[in-house]
Structure formats: C-alpha cells, structure tokens
Nanobody, 119 residues
Framework: QVQLVESGGGLVQAGGSLRLSCVAS????????MGWYRQAPGQQREMVAV???????RYADSVRGRFTISRDNNRATVYLQMNGLKPEDTAIYYC?????????????WGQGTQVTVSS
C-alpha cells in the first residue's frame, strides 16, 4: 500500500506564495508520473501540474508562469511552488502518484491540503 502525505497548505493573501510538498512511502513500484490536482467547491477536480520520470512538466494554462513543479526521485517527493497566488487558486490541492509494475499501472491520491487565497 502506498501512502501520500501532503503539507504546506494554508491561508495567504493574494500575491503571496506557498510551497506544497508530497512524500510517497510504502509499496511503491516504478514511479512514472507525480503531480498536483485541485478541486474548488462545486467544481470538478482539475490538473494543476504534473512531472514525469524524465522531468517533463505540464501545467494548466491558469497557473503556467506562476507555479513550478519539481520532484526529488531519491525521496519520492514532489513539490509545488506557487507564486503570485490569486483568490481563484483557492481549492483543496491533491497529490497524485502513478507507478507501474510491468503492464499494471497504479494511481494513488493524497488526502488533500487546503489552500485559501484572500483578496
């Protein structure tokens, strides 16, 4: 079983910064992608940023240029540096880790961490 522990959420004023961290532990196979998703009240969960094992990054258009995703492969950790935060960034942020063993793929989600941006 894989456990994901997120940290770094909180309350910040518009224009401020936060850094989210997610540490994966347990029975992890070969991680091929790690990422962050978010869900605001009444809205569907959406991709914020993902990074694959080769270091290729993808960002949602709404955060590109403000957020930066990075990973530490040795520690099975993924980070999300969020700068220039806006009230519309308010949501619960979830870490997701995808790993595989042979042809089998597994998707793991964290419990979520609240990010609130005040105007």
């Amino acid at each position: 079983q894989v456990q994901l522990v997120e940290s770094g959420g909180g309350l910040v004023q518009a224009g401020g910064s936060l850094r989210l961290s997610c540490v994966a532990s347990g029975s992890i196979f070969a991680i091929y992608e790690m990422g962050w998703y978010r869900q605001a009240p009444g809205q569907q969960r959406e991709m914020v940023a993902v990074i694959n094992s080769g270091g290729f990054r993808r960002y949602a258009d709404s955060v590109r240029g403000r957020f930066t995703i990075s990973r530490d492969n040795n520690r099975a950790t993924v980070y999300l540096q969020m700068n220039g935060l806006k009230p519309e960034d308010t949501a619960i942020y979830y870490c997701k880790v995808d790993d595989r063993l042979g042809d089998d793929e597994y998707h793991h989600w964290g419990q979520g961490t609240q990010v609130t941006v005040s105007s």
